[in-house]
């Protein structure tokens, strides 16, 4: 990283105003390539050797400040590099590698910011993505920025890895850098647990899912970070580095973003979804009773006072459905171990429960409905395949919610089952639909459900039997 970036190429010459208009154009759009090699230029003169000559006094202010002209200029190249026209011309021109050597040797938070949106914005290319993650010093210094204290040039940063680990034929080669740099753990997880930037906090959210979904083993390692550290022990001393949990640290940035941003908090939702498919992840969560209380009081707390309420139009199940699978998902992976934990004393839960599974259940009915003759809309293809996407994510939303229901139904006492009628959660309506999404997949359950349900309201259990026939003969 010592050397300089080489410079563009040159191009023949100014041959005035006519080769602008002409032959200066990058690719089909207005933009000039004069002007652009002149910006370019100007940003290796930036990071030269021979432009650091100011006193030791000034030196480190000047270092952090970007002169306003060349800002306005290198923002405009940001801004253009979303023209793929233009982000092949800056890999022809070696672009990568002169902000490969502005990332390694300024300290102006700005100008890393603009160089690592320009590559961002570049790699979006797929051949283009290729070049910049096949670069081992690039790849290296752009892992590295990950360290800064920038929130800008980290959002950015976040948004450049984002891109690269969604191409699948690049996805491997950053998974396995990162595996080799440990630091950036502690990194991201230092952003989860302590950044008030939402827009940050969604973008490491969803580089942390992408990763967890392309890499079992990462994730694997990145749960086990910490794990020998004894459980809710202070880290009183200053001087030792803080050990990071990744339970905690997701917990922490979903209630930043709870109330900001729902896309956000659907990342983090499906972050904890995936650590709940390995043992270890359930471990992870469950194993240190404060984290197990908080994941579970979070989550409770938004199934049953946040999401999908009863004074909530029943569309709004559409703009929700992916959260609350993965909340359920979540939940039901809890309560299935509460049994084997002295600590989480879950009680008066099942009801609340029930009720907002119910009504998931209910408002799913709704929103399955077909329109009769929708009048002028888009085409048929585009209906059929937003609805076929509609169906995908609600069948998975009913699937988990269906057989979370079914384990509370498993373990109804004749007293709850009493105070649910009472309440209102167990209302022959509910029942009604209980059923018509339990049978016939959960048959024993609401079989038992209703012998249950003979001993505490016969009127009810016989009305339910005559709705559901299948059920008759067996109780």
Not at 150 to 167: A, G, I, K
């Amino acid at each position: 990283m010592d050397r300089n970036p080489s410079p563009p190429s040159p191009t023949n010459g100014d041959e005035g105003e006519e080769e602008v208009v002409g032959g200066d154009c990058i690719g089909s759009t207005v933009y000039s390539k004069h002007w652009l090699f002149g910006v370019l230029s100007g940003l290796i003169q930036v990071v030269s050797p021979e432009n650091n000559t100011s006193s030791s006094d000034d030196e480190e202010q000047q270092q952090m400040e970007l002169d306003e002209e060349m800002e306005n200029e290198i923002c405009r190249v940001w801004d253009m590099s979303m023209d793929e026209d233009v982000a092949l011309f800056l890999q022809e021109f070696n672009a990568p590698d002169i902000f490969l050597g502005v990332l390694a040797k300024s300290r102006c938070p700005r100008l890393r910011e603009i160089c690592v949106g320009i590559l961002g914005n570049m790699a979006c290319f797929q051949d283009l993505c290729m070049s910049i993650s096949s670069d081992k010093n690039l790849g290296q210094v752009l892992l590295h920025c990950l360290y800064d204290s920038d929130p800008p040039t980290l959002l950015e940063t976040s948004r450049l890895l984002l891109t690269c680990l969604s191409q699948t034929e690049v996805a491997n080669i950053w998974v396995e850098r990162i595996r080799e740099h440990p630091a950036i753990y502690d990194s991201i997880c230092f952003i989860m647990s302590s950044s008030t930037n939402v827009d940050l906090l969604v973008k490491v959210g969803e580089v942390v899912d992408k990763l967890f979904d392309l890499d079992e083993k990462l994730m694997l390692e990145w749960i086990r970070n910490g794990a020998d550290q004894p459980l809710d022990q202070p880290q009183e001393d200053s001087e030792e580095q803080q050990v990071f949990r990744i339970v905690p640290c997701v917990l922490e940035a979903a209630k930043q973003v709870r109330s900001e941003n729902l896309e956000g908090l659907d990342v983090y939702m499906h972050i904890l979804q995936l650590l709940t498919t390995v043992d270890d992840g359930i471990q992870a969560i469950v194993q240190c009773p404060g984290t197990g209380k908080d994941t579970w009081n979070l989550l409770f707390d938004l199934v049953c006072h946040e999401f999908c309420q009863s004074d909530d139009p029943p569309i709004v199940l559409q703009e929700q459905k992916t959260v609350l699978a993965s909340v359920f998902s979540v939940l039901s992976a809890i309560y299935a171990l509460q049994v084997e934990l002295e600590y989480l004393k879950i009680e008066n839960v099942d009801l609340p429960l029930i009720d907002s599974l119910i009504r998931v259940l209910q408002n799913m009915e709704h929103c399955q409905k077909k329109p009769e003759n929708s009048a002028e809309s888009n085409t048929e293809e585009t209906k059929k395949s937003d609805l076929s996407q509609d169906d995908f994510h609600l069948k998975i939303l009913k699937d988990i919610s269906c057989e979370f229901l079914s384990n509370i139904f498993q373990v109804l006492t004749k007293e709850t089952v009493a105070k649910g009628l009472k309440e209102g959660q167990l209302s022959k309506q509910k029942c009604t639909c209980a059923f018509q999404n339990l049978l016939p997949f959960y048959s024993p359950v609401v079989e038992d459900f209703l012998k249950i349900l003979h001993e505490v309201d016969k009127t009810l259990a016989g009305e339910l039997e005559e709705s559901f026939p299948s059920l008759k003969v067996q109780t």
